[in-house]
T-cell receptor, first 112, second 113 residues
Framework: GQQLNQSPQSMFIQEGEDVSMNCTSS?????WLWYKQDPGEGPVLLIA?????ELTSNGRLTAQFGITRKDSFLNISASIPSDVGIYFCAGSIKAAGNKLTFGGGTRVLVKP | EAQVTQNPRYLITVTGKKLTVTCSQNMNHEYMSWYRQDPGLGLRQIYY???????DKGDVPEGYKVSRKEKRNFPLILESPSPNQTSLYFC????????????FGQGTRLTVV
């Protein structure tokens, strides 16, 4: 089945800096979604992308749907402590009945 | 408040003892699904339901059952739990078609010993 490779697996952030993470796939996706999961909570939908090349922002978050439809990235600008958590990308394909496939997650931690 | 509610939040059980994890949403969503989350594997779909009385298998359905008798409820049933079903489980719902899961529950951490 489809697989999403999400990188990095983990990262440390310092308050105020910009960070970026991405997802790649060997398959084309019709939809890309980005979620954030806080400890002890369920994932929360951050951004949904439906068109190749689409660039969408949600506050300090920006995500893009890659032109090849095989990748997506998420940027966090001016990071703050509450940005810590696990970020998941997910993609769906119409031909597969729009089933969501999730990446393995990027764990964002604060630099000690 | 719009929400997806799962119960229980934590459960420890023994191998072979049937259990049910309940899921309820108050948003009148047609689409609901169950996922399990395991370290490094992200979330994998177990079962989904497009509407009342319509359910179908996801990626990892073995050992699980579901039912959708009412729009708001979508329980997950483990008839004979085994240790490899120890995991973190999430229910999700969406007003739209499959593939745009907008709301997740808070999760149920299940341990099977």
């Amino acid at each position: 089945g489809q697989q999403l490779n999400q990188s990095p697996q983990s990262m440390f952030i310092q308050e105020g800096e910009d960070v970026s993470m991405n997802c790649t796939s060997s398959s084309i996706f019709n939809t890309w979604l980005w979620y954030k999961q806080d400890p002890g909570e369920g994932p929360v939908l951050l951004i949904a992308l439906y068109k190749a090349g689409e660039l969408t922002s949600n506050g300090r978050l920006t995500a893009q749907f890659g032109i090849t439809r095989k990748d997506s990235f998420l940027n966090i600008s001016a990071s703050i402590p509450s940005d810590v958590g696990i970020y998941f990308c997910a993609g769906s394909i119409k031909a597969a009945g729009n089933k969501l496939t999730f990446g393995g997650g990027t764990r964002v931690l604060v630099k000690p | 408040e719009a929400q997806v509610t799962q119960n229980p939040r934590y459960l420890i059980t023994v191998t072979g003892k049937k259990l049910t994890v309940t899921c309820s949403q108050n948003m009148n969503h047609e689409y609901m699904s169950w996922y399990r989350q395991d370290p490094g594997l992200g979330l994998r779909q177990i079962y989904y339901s497009m509407n009342v009385e319509v359910t179908d298998k996801g990626d990892v359905p073995e050992g699980y059952k579901v039912s959708r008798k009412e729009k708001r409820n979508f329980p997950l049933i483990l008839e004979s739990p085994s240790p490899n079903q120890t995991s973190l489980y999430f229910c999700a719902s969406s007003p739209a078609q499959r593939g745009t899961e907008a709301f997740f529950g808070q999760g149920t951490r299940l341990t099977v010993v």
